[in-house]
């Protein structure tokens, strides 16, 4: 069976402090590996990763996929309280339709 | 940025009674799908909806849901006789083959 594992379930941290997320994966047919944030409702796009090794960049987060140990990491550098949610992992897999497999995510409190 | 809608943002129904939850995915994308995500439990897959047709659903989507495009813009999810068991979040999404999945803002659902 499909499983997506994050780590930690959650997390408190004081603002400037870098946070290091975690999702392994177990995907038949694995297509890519996704970050979302979900502060209230609907979860919006961070990261979509397919190659590993690459580091992907967007100002204080990035992301890194290793497909052979099938795991990825969300990195968040001095860390703000507007970076408070909880951070999805989700992995593509099966066949094709975009169809994503979701980990339970991890709660992120920034603290001032 | 273009997004997705979905009406209504909350929804009470009576256990037994039929809804429709309503979407309007962005212009140009292709695929469409349904996820919920029941309180502090993860997003789900429901189904995936492309070319008029379901493409992808999963164990959660019994005889008792139902998607339909009835008019090119719009995207719908029916469940016919709701349960209790069917209170959460419903998030429709819409994606270009082999991007990222947007996010509406979901629909809460609360059957009493």
């Known amino acids: 069976e499909d499983k997506v594992v994050q780590s930690p379930l959650s997390l408190v941290v004081h603002e400037g402090d870098t946070v290091t997320l975690n999702c392994s994966y177990e995907?038949?047919?694995?297509?890519?590996l996704l970050w979302y944030k979900q502060e209230k409702k609907a979860p919006t796009f961070l990261f979509m990763l397919t190659s590993s090794g690459i580091e992907k960049k967007s100002g204080r987060l990035s992301s890194i996929l290793d497909k052979k140990e099938l795991f990825s990491i969300l990195n968040i550098t001095a860390t703000q309280t507007g970076d408070s949610a909880i951070y999805l992992c989700?992995?593509?897999?099966?066949?094709?339709?975009?169809?994503?497999?979701f980990g339970t995510g991890t709660r992120l409190t920034v603290i001032p | 940025e273009p997004e997705v809608t979905q009406t209504p943002s909350h929804q009470v129904t009576q256990m037994g009674q039929e809804v429709i939850l309503r979407c309007v995915p962005i212009?140009?994308?292709?695929?469409f799908y349904w996820y919920r995500q029941i309180l502090g439990q993860k997003v789900e897959f429901l189904v995936s909806?492309?070319?008029?047709?379901?493409?992808?659903k999963s164990e959660i989507f019994d005889d008792q849901f139902s998607v339909e495009r009835p008019d090119g813009s719009n995207f719908t999810l029916k469940i016919r006789s709701t349960k209790l068991e069917d209170s959460a979040m419903y998030f429709c999404?819409?994606?270009?083959?082999?991007?990222?999945?947007?996010f509406g803002s979901g629909t809460q659902l609360s059957v009493l």
């Open positions: 999404a819409s994606s270009v083959p082999n991007e990222k999945l947007f």
């Open positions: 995907v038949t047919n694995f297509r890519s």
């Open positions: 909806f492309y070319n008029n047709e379901i493409s992808e």
């Open positions: 989700a992995v593509e897999g099966q066949t094709g339709a975009n169809n994503l497999f």
């Open positions: 212009s140009n994308h292709l695929y």
